[in-house]
């Protein structure tokens, strides 16, 4: 990360000093205030990425300093630091918006992490909702603004109006049917057909009269001529899916399709010509195939004009919360609901889980969200457990020297004990706990704890 600008607001010199210390030595710029009054003048001239807060300042509240701060700076995170973290306070700070609460003495890798986590979902959050130059960020229906996609943007803009061969790989559900279609839709193509064919799910033996038509009687079945894919796609795009899956014989006549656009239907003698500019698939590794001997090498090299490689979506995180914010508004639109944005903890959850199902598994996660829940924000609860505790799992193991445990841990810790120890009841494990029994009913439903009342 380059260098940002952290303020950090503690008027104890002794805790100050080491706090500076480890903030320059992460190789922050560090900017200090020493009482409440200072913080609004150093926030407008600094524009931190991030805020330290002692909860604990000489001339006001610490909760009224994060209350004023999030009223006039919305997105900066602000990460609460105190000697005495009780419960109430900690309850108080989440519905502020605080980022993260640490208890003093601050472990200085957890605050080295906990401030990582801040300033790079801050940015990812600010990157989604500012409004880039269109074209940075959507190309035609694809969505990214990742490096990895601004590149992939790139390619297609360079060879759409070419006939070059397109051969695009990358794990399923990365996007590569939406890769075709742009390419399609870029070219001088785009008034002629775009024909699909999935090669894997047309059984082999009717593959090849599906790609090149057959004569009536050609065999048993074929009771009058029928035109393939190729003569379908005169003028347009062939998108040919999966090509990893086909015979080697049909490779042959694919092969020969590339080199001179000529085909014969099956039973046929004819030697027919299409005007087709193809564009190959797969969610295998090519090289791999052809190794294994699965796949002609030849018919490998023809492919490979233009090959472009899709990342898995965990590789390009910065797409994350503009691809779940877009699919969250379309369903919402399509469902007649009030979504509008996710909790910063759903959003941490969607950053951190590895979606191996990659935009397809977004998409369908974030359907089912909007389908089966009432908006305005997702909350963690909406999201299943296999992302949620996925987060979990990847958390750093608490120091056992000075325990920080993150903010809505502590929460959930206390508000689960205070309601098993009153089997449910929302208003005795409220008095325990000594907060409003809304808060405690709204955050038992938050985190999915068990009620009674
Ligand atoms: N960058 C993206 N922006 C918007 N939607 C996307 C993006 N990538 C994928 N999608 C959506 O995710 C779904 C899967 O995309 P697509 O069918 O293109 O993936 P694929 O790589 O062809 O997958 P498979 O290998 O399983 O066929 C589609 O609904 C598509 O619209
Ligand atoms: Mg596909």
């Not at 199902?357 to 305005?376: A, F, K, M, W």
């Not at 909350?379 to 750093?396: D, F, G, K, N």
Request: aromatic share 6%.
């Amino acid at each position: 990360m380059p260098s940002r600008t952290v303020l950090v607001v503690e008027d104890e010199k002794r805790a100050l000093d080491p706090i500076v210390k480890c903030l320059r030595h992460m190789r922050y710029r560090v900017v200090t205030c020493g009482s409440a009054a200072e913080v609004m003048g150093a926030l407008v001239r600094h524009r931190p990425s991030a805020v330290l807060l002692d909860l604990k300042l000489p001339d006001k509240d610490g909760v009224t300093v994060l209350k004023e701060i999030k009223g006039a700076f919305e997105t900066i995170p602000v990460i609460i630091i105190t000697g005495a973290g009780t419960v109430s306070h900690a309850v108080e700070c989440l519905q502020s918006g605080a980022f993260d609460f640490l208890e003093k003495p601050l472990d200085f890798t957890h605050l080295q992490n906990t401030l990582h986590n801040a300033i790079v979902l801050h940015e990812l959050q600010e990157q989604a909702h500012r409004r880039p130059s269109p074209e940075s960020y959507t190309f035609h229906d694809i969505i990214g603004i990742s490096p990895q996609m601004q590149s992939v943007y790139r390619i297609i803009s360079n060879v759409a109006q070419s006939d070059a061969t397109v051969f695009i790989t990358g794990d399923s559900g990365t996007g590569k049917e939406l890769v075709a279609r742009a390419v399609h839709k870029r070219s001088k193509r785009s008034h002629g057909p775009f024909i699909a064919v999935n090669c894997a799910a047309i059984p082999r033996d009717l593959l090849e009269s599906e790609l090149f038509g057959h004569e009536k009687g050609a065999f048993t079945g074929a009771i009058s001529r029928h035109e393939g894919c190729c003569e379908a796609a005169n003028g347009g795009t062939l998108f040919l899916d999966e090509i990893c899956d086909m015979s080697a014989d049909i490779q042959v006549k694919l092969l020969r399709f590339l080199q001179d656009r000529t085909f014969q239907r099956v039973g046929g003698t004819e030697t027919l010509t299409a005007d087709v500019r193809l564009i190959a698939a797969t969610n295998k590794d090519p090289e791999r195939e052809v190794e294994r001997g699965t796949f002609r090498e030849d018919f490998y090299y023809r492919l490979m004009v233009v090959p472009v490689h899709l990342q898995p979506v965990r590789e390009r995180a910065g797409d994350l919360p503009l691809l779940a914010t877009h699919f969250l508004k379309t369903f919402a639109e399509q469902n007649k609901k009030t979504f509008t944005g996710f909790s910063q903890e759903a959003m941490v959850a969607i950053l951190n889980y590895p979606w191996p199902g990659n935009v397809r598994e977004l998409e369908n996660v974030i359907e089912r969200v909007v389908v089966l829940h009432e908006g305005p924000t997702v909350t963690l609860t909406h999201l299943a457990p296999e992302i949620v505790h996925y987060r979990r799992q990847r958390e750093p193991a608490p120091d056992s020297a000075h325990q920080t445990l993150s903010l809505s841990e502590i929460v959930k810790d206390a508000i689960r004990d205070a309601l098993e120890s009153s089997e449910g009841d929302v208003s005795a494990a409220a008095k325990k706990l000594d907060l409003p029994e809304d808060t405690v009913r709204e955050k038992a439903g938050e985190y999915g704890l068990d009620t009674t009342s």
